[in-house]
């Protein structure tokens, strides 16, 4: 009997820092992460006792906000309580945070790895006050508290355990942070602490094989059952998640193939230099947080106004924009993902596209108006300019570690470089060069073409001469490829591009080429 396959179960718990201006419930400035320690405090946020919290408004809708982006249902009524626990970054001995009536719960976001996108469930959205931040000296003898974060509005978003790879866990987690900067209400930029993200993992056998793990580990249950998690904490990359959970998924083989699955619950660290995870020393005691609700705030209402406007207020968002570019100008779904990741490159993308219009009826020859003239050429030149977009404008900007819109070429510009090359006026080699100096002096490309006298050679005399020199002079080459040597060609148009100091198109030199030596 071969040993049973086992399959990944991961869930993840993210927490997302707000960027608003002040703190959950105070008015301290909420940017205390760029100012001297223990600047942005007060006595609400410090804990000092009498004190009462006042709630951020604005940090309210953005969480409903976050829920809604995640398709989750988003309640009427919600409410804070209180979790206690004690640590010394919490001043107040509680941390006020949401427990059975969470501001969204029961939503999902799709998730794109390979050819079948996955789903993950959301369990929960919930809103919180982050704690203040512990700062171990490096000779490891003492700690101090910067109070600057404590008070922080966070959103944390609990998945179901639905997530089956390393890389989906991974994928999920730009997801979010994508959605977060199409909301505009954080960087969630992992490095700075802006995401946060605790990943649990389990294994279980797959379910034709649960009869026979079964017998073999005496395990109760049936194939739903999930058995201990191990949650991994530390995960400061989106890298450092993806191999922090590899490196589980090998650790809890070995123990299953040992024939010692794991039996309890435990929390490791993920160290970046030893390259693995590591149990934490304090021993998985079952937390018992008091949860109640919290006496000095009222629950948290929305009118049906409310949350109509929340919606109507909604950006188009990452996944939404995708599924626009798939169907309205038939590209790939990866190359819709590519142009989204960035909502610079996105708004690039589409004002391009809407000057390539202009520019096309400008450049056309033939009959008809804007809009029939933009379908029939529509898919090939989105695919071109998505294919200069993603392959030569991308290399140019981290050649020179620019953003997009920090380079010199104009949307207005850039389309006029397709059209020309889409038209002909200009051959991809020609292209290439225009666009290096537009990027370089924001120019013009049709200014750049006639200052350098490199538009297409394609006046019949100037090729037929080329071509009649290109044969005179390689007339063995000529007598190969009239033997049969195909692939002479290939130097031959070579040659005539050579001649033509690349302006002319080879795709008509190969033409002219075949149709004189047949
Ligand atoms: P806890 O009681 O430890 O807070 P929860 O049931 O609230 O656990 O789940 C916390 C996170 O752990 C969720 O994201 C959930 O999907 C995930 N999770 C729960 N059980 C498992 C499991 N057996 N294996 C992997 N992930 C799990
Ligand atoms: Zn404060
Ligand atoms: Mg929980």
Same mark, same amino acid.
């Given at each position: 009997m071969t040993f049973p396959t086992l399959e990944t179960v991961i869930g993840l718990e993210t927490h997302v820092q707000l960027r608003t201006k002040s703190k959950m419930f105070c008015r301290c400035d909420n940017s205390g992460e760029d100012q001297e320690p223990n600047t942005t405090v007060c006595p609400v946020c410090m804990g000092h006792p009498g004190t009462l919290p006042v709630p951020n408004e604005q940090a309210i809708a953005w969480a409903a906000k976050v829920a809604l982006a995640l398709h989750c249902k988003v309640s009427r009524q919600s409410k804070f309580d209180r979790k206690s626990y004690f640590y010394p970054d919490l001043p107040k001995g509680y941390q006020i945070s949401q427990f059975d +009536?969470?501001?969204?719960?029961d939503g999902y976001l799709m998730v794109h790895v390979g050819k079948k996108p996955v789903r993950v469930r959301i369990e929960r959205v919930h809103l919180e006050e982050d704690s203040a931040k512990l700062v171990h000296a490096p000779d490891g003898k003492s700690t101090l508290i910067d109070f600057n974060r404590a008070g922080t509005p966070l959103v944390e978003i609990v998945t179901k355990?639905?997530? +089956?790879?390393p890389a989906v866990a991974k994928a999920f987690l730009q997801g979010l942070r994508l959605i977060m900067r199409y909301l505009g209400v954080s960087d969630a930029d992992m490095e700075k602490g802006h995401l946060r993200c605790d990943a649990n993992i389990s294994l279980k056998p797959i379910p034709e094989h649960f009869g026979r793990a079964k017998k073999k580990f005496g395990l109760e249950g049936d194939v739903t059952t999930l058995f201990p998690k191990t949650e991994v904490k530390n995960l400061n990359s989106f890298k450092a998640v993806e191999r922090a959970l590899e490196f589980e998924t090998k650790r809890q083989s070995a123990l299953w193939y040992d024939g010692k699955p794991p039996l309890v619950a435990v929390t490791r660290g993920w160290d970046d230099k030893k390259m693995g995870t590591v149990q934490h020393r304090d021993k998985e005691a079952a937390h018992? $947080?008091? $949860?109640?609700?919290?006496?000095d705030l009222t629950p948290i209402t929305f009118t049906k106004a409310q949350l109509d406007g929340l919606e109507r207020d909604m950006p188009e968002l990452p996944y939404e924009k995708r599924d626009r570019f798939e169907s309205q100008f038939g590209m790939r779904g990866a190359d819709a993902a590519i142009l989204v990741d960035d909502l610079r490159v996105a708004h690039f993308f589409e004002e391009v596209v809407s000057e390539l219009k202009a520019w096309l009826v400008s450049l056309e020859e033939v009959e008809g108006t804007e809009q029939e003239i933009w379908e029939s050429h529509k898919a090939k030149l989105v695919n071109q300019v998505v294919s200069w977009i993603t392959t030569k404008l991308f290399t140019l900007l981290n050649e020179r570690r620019q953003s997009i819109d920090e380079a010199k070429i104009t949307p207005e510009n850039f389309a006029e470089l397709m059209t020309m090359m889409y038209k002909r006026r200009i051959n991809a080699s020609v292209a290439q060069t225009v666009l290096e100096k537009m990027f370089v002096s924001g120019e013009d490309p049709s200014d750049i073409v006639e200052a350098g006298n490199?538009? +297409?050679?394609?006046g019949e005399k100037e090729l037929t001469e080329i071509i009649d020199a290109v044969i005179n002079e390689n007339a063995g080459m000529v007598d190969q490829f009239k033997k049969g040597k195909t692939p002479v060609l290939q130097f031959l148009i070579g040659q005539a591009m050579k001649k033509s100091k690349g302006k002319a198109d080879p795709k008509v030199i190969r033409e002219l080429l075949i149709h004189r030596l047949a």
């Open positions: +009536q969470p501001i969204g719960k355990p639905d997530i +089956q790879s018992d $947080y008091r $949860y109640f609700p919290e006496p490199l538009g +297409q050679v394609s």
